[in-house]
């Protein structure tokens, strides 16, 4: 199983990016799907999180900012991103959550805002 994440770039404070990330195979037998970040010289924390049963979770930090979501159909997850802040600048990895086994990570994709 094999994660993508796409949509990253460079933003202006208050700007918005919807970042994307697709597996190789369906999602229903992940047990949850989310979103982390690492910036320079930080650990990798929780962004967001949604469960297979669509129980959804935010970070603090982004909640009524960034919104998850996820497209059984199309095997993608997603995180809008809204007013965005300089202090969102990271690297930005999905994650599933398997059954029995270790979290399978995406390559992560750079999110920088500019202030």
């Known amino acids: 199983v094999q994660l993508q994440a796409s949509g990253g770039g460079l933003v202006q404070a208050g700007g918005s990016l919807r970042l994307s990330c697709a597996a190789s195979?369906?999602?229903?037998?992940?047990?949850?799907l989310g979103w982390y970040r690492q910036a320079p010289g930080k650990q990798r924390d929780l962004v967001a999180r949604?469960?297979?049963?669509?129980?959804?979770i935010y970070s603090d930090s982004v909640k009524g900012r960034f919104a998850i979501s996820r497209d059984n159909a199309k095997a993608t997850v997603y995180l809008q991103m809204s007013s965005l802040k300089p202090e969102d600048t990271a690297v930005y990895y999905c994650?599933?959550?398997?059954?029995?086994?270790?979290?399978?990570w995406g390559q992560g994709t750079l999110v920088t805002v500019s202030s």
């Open positions: 994650a599933a959550e398997v059954p029995a086994g270790r979290p399978i």
């Open positions: 195979t369906n999602i229903f037998s992940f047990n949850a």
């Open positions: 949604i469960t297979s049963a669509d129980k959804i």
